[in-house]
């Protein structure tokens, strides 16, 4: 059947990748073994991936050197489509030309990929063959490329995965229930082929997308576990930011997610240490030590019911709290995002904290705006003393950060405050969540944070 897609590019990256280097961004570490005392001592009835920083010496596939203005600028591009998802604007329709009708699908925003997102490694299909994979908590769908491409497919690690090839590859038709899904994971309305196959449209904030055929094979997990009709998108036209993975996995809040397709087996809860790229972290589903946490309740929200909302309560510089009144940190809609890099607050947040770090660090000279980050210090992170910055959610959890989580070398003789204001949504992006153990546990609506997580 012959199957010719053309979309607007939009796209996520899923092979678990870091957001930016905990030091200089484009410099490359090697690979420390230090995260796997933290596997050992994981419950064992969970299920447990190693994840990579996008640009990490241990990464499978890693992303080629690129100036940080434009992972800054791709990041961007995440946070605006992020703002567009939550206030339902729809921008242009795109064609798609499904064989042998044209017709017009409307495209909205999804959560762009971009180069923030960290990577892992599953298995999919009879016999079952490896593929590294981008992991994103802001994406409901999972998929992969798959031969024949008969669009475009990028250049990926490993071969294509071949449906044709495996003994447990089901298409999905389009009368399913997983297909009348499609719309909800992907913001997309779902579209049928002449053969009565469920076809899929994934796009992403960045302009890159996935557009294919829906399916089902056997999901291949951790050691030796092996997940049946595991639903995935299998994409004929792959095109955008996906560095060298196969594709991507969706951890949000929707019954077509990694996440909702495990839990009847493994629990309703995943966790994760996102690394940097001297080390490597871990993506935990299932089963996780509750007792390490200090937890913040999920917040529900009308705005769209698949990404994790969370209240930041207050935030203190140096173990003072900032001169801001608490009705400023709930005004803004907040969500925490595996895939964007910098954090965004709310425009008065900002302020305060950018004017307490640059009282702390006056002794520093100051260097001029770098992209979106406008608090800069002509130095490198390792030699500052940079004031301890602490996030205090609702509840009581707190992010206690580091120099690393607070402060980021964006060339070799500058170091910027990683934070940046708000529009429409603030988001507790990853360069802060870097290095903490985070779970998300969905069945008790609570997200937890412990440190010392990963490497």
Request: aromatic share 8%.
């Amino acid at each position: 059947m012959g199957l010719l897609l053309h979309l607007l590019p939009h796209f996520f990256f899923l092979v678990l990748a870091a957001a930016a280097a905990a030091s200089s961004p484009l410099k490359h570490a090697s690979c420390s073994p230090k995260f796997l005392d933290e596997l050992r001592h994981l419950n064992s009835s969970g299920l447990h991936l190693t994840l990579h920083h996008p640009r990490s010496a241990c990464s499978p596939a890693p992303f080629p050197d690129l100036p940080f203005s434009t992972i800054l600028s791709h990041d961007e591009a995440r946070v605006r489509s992020l703002a567009a998802r939550l206030t339902k604007t729809t921008p242009r329709a795109a064609s798609s030309i499904l064989d042998p009708s044209a017709v017009s699908v409307p495209l909205t925003p999804g959560a762009a990929i971009g180069v923030g997102n960290y990577v892992t490694r599953i298995g999919l299909g009879t016999p079952a063959r490896s593929y590294v994979m981008v992991v994103d908590t802001g994406s409901s769908l999972s998929w992969l490329q798959c031969s024949p491409c008969r669009v475009s497919c990028h250049a990926q690690v490993g071969s294509v995965f071949d449906p044709a090839a495996s003994a447990t590859y089901l298409s999905v038709g389009c009368s399913a229930s997983e297909c009348n899904s499609l719309e909800s994971a992907t913001l997309n309305p779902a579209a049928c082929s002449t053969s009565n196959v469920c076809i899929y449209e994934a796009s992403y904030g960045d302009s890159s997308f996935s557009v294919g055929y829906l399916g089902k094979d056997t999901l291949s997990l951790g050691s030796g576990q092996r997940v049946p009709n595991f639903v995935y998108g299998c994409g004929q036209d792959n095109e955008g930011l996906f560095g060298r993975s196969a594709g991507l996995i969706g951890l949000a809040r929707n019954r077509l997610s990694l996440l909702s397709q495990l839990a009847p087996s493994l629990g309703n809860s995943f966790s994760y240490c996102l690394p940097s790229t001297a080390a490597a972290g871990y993506l935990s589903i299932g089963s996780y030590n509750g007792g390490k946490y200090a937890y913040t309740p999920m917040q529900s929200s009308s705005l769209d019911d698949t990404l994790y909302f969370v209240k930041l309560s207050s935030m203190t510089v140096g173990g003072s709290g900032l001169p801001v009144s608490s009705s400023v940190y709930s005004g803004t809609p907040t969500i925490i995002d595996s895939g964007t890099v910098i954090t965004r607050l709310p425009s008065d947040v900002y302020d305060a904290l950018s004017a307490a770090v640059a009282a702390a660090l006056k002794r520093y000279p100051r260097a001029p705006a770098y992209s979106i980050l406008d608090t800069c210090f002509k130095g490198s992170l390792s030699k500052m003393a940079v004031p301890e910055v602490n996030m205090v959610f609702q509840g009581g959890a707190t992010l206690r950060l580091a120099a690393r989580n607070v402060m980021i070398d964006v060339d070799d003789s500058t170091t910027c405050l990683a934070f940046a204001p708000a529009g429409r949504v603030a988001i507790i992006g990853n360069k802060q969540q870097q290095t903490y153990s985070v779970v998300y546990d969905v069945g008790r609506s609570r997200i937890g944070f412990a440190a010392g997580g990963c490497g």
